[in-house]
């Protein structure tokens, strides 16, 4: 995740819009979190349509009003604005949280490119290792609200036990029957355990079952 930043500067959308332009300051900010590069433009009425939504989404998991413990999520607007003061006037719309990249930074059309963005509004949200989690999560975030964020904690397999959304106390430990489907739905099976296949010893005095459960693999599935 610093990688992706790594001899950028981000700005904090605050009155001051302070930078983040050192490398212990990145670090210190994105590092183990779950990434949303949201990429938009003032001039895109689905952006400004779908921006409240978002920045409630956002809220919701990193405001102390809502949880006990602010997510382990960074969003950051990538803006596709074609002037500077379009981009100051949306960042308006955006919470305070929120990082961004200066309007003359030509790093924002290279992140459109790199993450292939046609369509406006996209949230790319990236793993802690910055391989993509989700190529848009917008409808996802539509649809299902904070409630994605569980999905994406589990399938980017960040550990926060810490994490809890106030009326989700009682059943915070409990595993949902639907662990399976998510796994699934966002293909984070390790590669190395779709690939393994059963070995049989066959050698002198033995004829037992190998252990497939990857101790012998090096790296155990998850």
Known sequence: ?????????????????????????IVMRLQNRILMLFFASAACERCQQFTPTLSNF???????FYVDRAAQLVLVYI?????????????KELPKRCLFLAYEDPYRRELQAMFNVEELPAVVVLRPDCSILIPNAAEE???????????????????DRNFLINEDFEVKSMCSWSDPMRRLKYRVEDEKKKSKKKHLDRGWGGGGEEDVNGKDGGGSPW
Not at 144 to 150: E, H, I, K, V, W
């Open 1 to 25: 995740m610093v990688d992706l930043f790594v001899d950028r500067v981000l700005l904090k959308n605050n009155k001051e819009q302070d930078e983040l332009d050192t490398e212990r300051e």
């Open 58 to 64: 956002f809220k919701r998991l990193t405001d102390e």
């Open 79 to 91: 803006s596709l604005d074609q002037t500077e003061e379009e981009q100051e006037s949306f960042l």
């Open 141 to 159: 975030i539509l649809c299902l609200g904070p409630d994605c964020y569980r999905n994406w904690q589990e399938a980017a397999e960040i550990i």
